[in-house]
């Protein structure tokens, strides 16, 4: 019996380890197709800080293949700040694997520009999100969620329908912008499908917090930004391919 649980044990070690080498690389097809990494595994390379010139010195760490949010604060750009890509994208096919541990909420937010001025006492950046958040058990104003609220949706405009969501478990997510048509998936499930200038949509924007920013459901280009929103969360494999 011994003999066979160290056989067992050795396998499920070498496949962990097979699967730990796997992370953060392109495979030949995503090579040959024009797909780039945005996080190596290693290093902090193509990101900075919001309304920074060099990634924060504390909040974010790099461990074990992973880009960590290691936050606490419990509230938006509480700890470390928003992290943004150096580069800014206008269309394009963005993937990424996440995990969020039990009340954690972070997001991932695209077309985002910095002001010319930082805000007093925020870092916050706006831009679309693809919101990243425990579904079942965080509470805002003191009642769950509403469904433009959930994991997968265009946070406060577009509801997602109905992802399956295990917190504490990886999963994969993939956001396409191309021209004014958006799609988020959730582990290769579409669950949001819009287009900025159908009817849905213009009604989403208006009825939500970011109806007085002008220009907000027009933008076309800007950073890729990962949320500091004070709860630990996990990145890795994050991809992208710069469409036509």
Not at 107 to 113: A, D, F, N, R
Not at 117 to 133: A, C, F, R, V
Request: glycine share 10%.
């Amino acid at each position: 019996m011994n003999n066979r649980m160290q056989k067992i044990g050795l396998i499920l070690c070498l496949a962990w380890m097979f699967s730990a080498c796997q992370s953060n690389k392109l495979s030949h097809w995503e090579e040959k197709n024009g797909y780039q990494l945005l996080f190596d595994g290693k290093t902090s390379n193509g990101w900075r800080g919001a309304y920074q010139n060099q990634f924060p010195t504390h909040g974010w760490i790099i461990k074990n293949q992973q880009l960590l949010g290691q936050l606490s604060a419990g509230k938006e750009s509480g700890d470390g700040g928003d992290i943004i890509t150096l580069k800014k994208y206008r269309n394009f096919d963005l993937s990424f694997d996440w995990k969020l541990g039990k009340l954690g909420n972070s997001g991932v937010k695209y077309l985002v520009e910095e002001l010319p001025q930082k805000p007093i006492n925020s870092s916050s950046l706006i831009g679309y999100e693809y919101q990243l958040i425990d579904d079942e058990d965080f509470i805002y104003n003191e009642k769950h969620l509403p469904e433009d609220h959930k994991t997968g949706a265009v946070y406060n405009i577009i509801p997602p329908k109905k992802p399956n969501v295990k917190i504490g478990q990886w999963h994969t997510s993939r956001i396409l912008v191309k021209g004014d048509q958006i799609e988020h998936w959730l582990d290769k499930q579409l669950i949001v499908s819009i287009n900025r200038n159908s009817e849905e949509f213009k009604k989403g924007y208006l009825q939500s917090k970011f109806k007085s920013i002008a220009g907000y459901d027009q933008r076309k280009e800007g950073h890729i930004l990962l949320q500091d929103h004070g709860h630990n969360v996990a990145f890795k494999n994050i991809k992208i391919k710069e469409l036509e």
